[in-house]
């Protein structure tokens, strides 16, 4: 079966940096996406990574390993509005998406 | 863990004709289910929020009359595109929400890829 891992929830301090992992295992792969998902809003796009390596863009940075299977979400120097839920989806063979549960990310002070 | 499903996966129209497209929750209770739409690597663009046994509420700029949505039951929402042209080509994704565990916990399914010819 195909599914995706991310953990459920994370807490970090503002200003910290923090890693939100993602773990595929899909029927084909063409692409892993990022979101960012604010109680009661639409996910907004944050990255996408379809070659291995690094994208940065910001604050924020996207890391993908096709052979493992893998993905990291970084976040630095994090502000309270960084809190929210970070959903990490694939697009398999087929051009559809597989979605991960989210990562509720809470920021402390 | 909690499973939404969209048939069909893919579809290719003409001009002119309507496509209807099913969100369906297979393991949960859906209270309110909501359908998106995106472009290449952009952000889901919200279109409607549909709660079982009410009328849908429509984003500004979303003609309701064109996309019609239906949640008749707690497990199934239908978005319909009346007289689909080739600017509603894009991938259309639902999202289910239910009644228990975290409110603002949203189930998204894997998208239906509309293509009008």
């Known amino acids: 079966g195909q599914n995706i891992d991310q953990p459920t929830e994370m807490t970090a301090t503002e200003g910290a940096i923090v890693q939100i992992n993602c773990t595929y295992q899909?029927?084909?792969?063409?692409?892993l996406f990022w979101y960012q998902q604010h109680a009661g809003e639409a996910p907004t796009f944050l990255s996408y990574n379809v070659l291995d390596g690094l994208e940065e863009k910001g604050r924020f940075s996207s890391f993908l390993s096709r052979s493992k299977g893998y993905s990291y979400l970084l976040l630095k120097e994090l502000q309270m509005k960084d809190s929210a839920s970070y959903l990490c989806a694939v697009m398999d063979s087929n051009y559809q998406l597989i979605w991960g549960a989210g990562t509720k990310l809470i920021i402390k002070p | 863990g909690a499973v939404v499903s969209q048939h069909p996966s893919w579809v290719i129209c003409k001009s002119g004709t309507s496509v209807k497209i099913e969100c369906r929750s297979l393991d949960f209770q859906a209270t309110t289910m909501f359908w998106y739409r995106q472009f290449p690597k952009q952000s889901l663009m919200l279109m409607a929020t549909s709660n079982e046994g009410s009328k849908a509420t429509y984003e500004q700029g979303v003609e309701k009359d064109k996309f019609l949505i239906n949640h008749a039951s707690l497990t199934l929402s239908t978005l319909t595109v009346t007289s689909a042209h080739p600017e509603d080509s894009s991938f259309y994704i639902c999202?289910?929400?239910?009644?228990?565990?975290?409110?603002?916990?949203?189930?998204f399914g894997p998208g239906t890829r509309l293509t009008v010819l």
């Open positions: 999202s289910a929400r239910g009644d228990s565990g975290d409110a603002d916990t949203q189930y």
């Open positions: 899909t029927s084909g792969f063409n692409g």
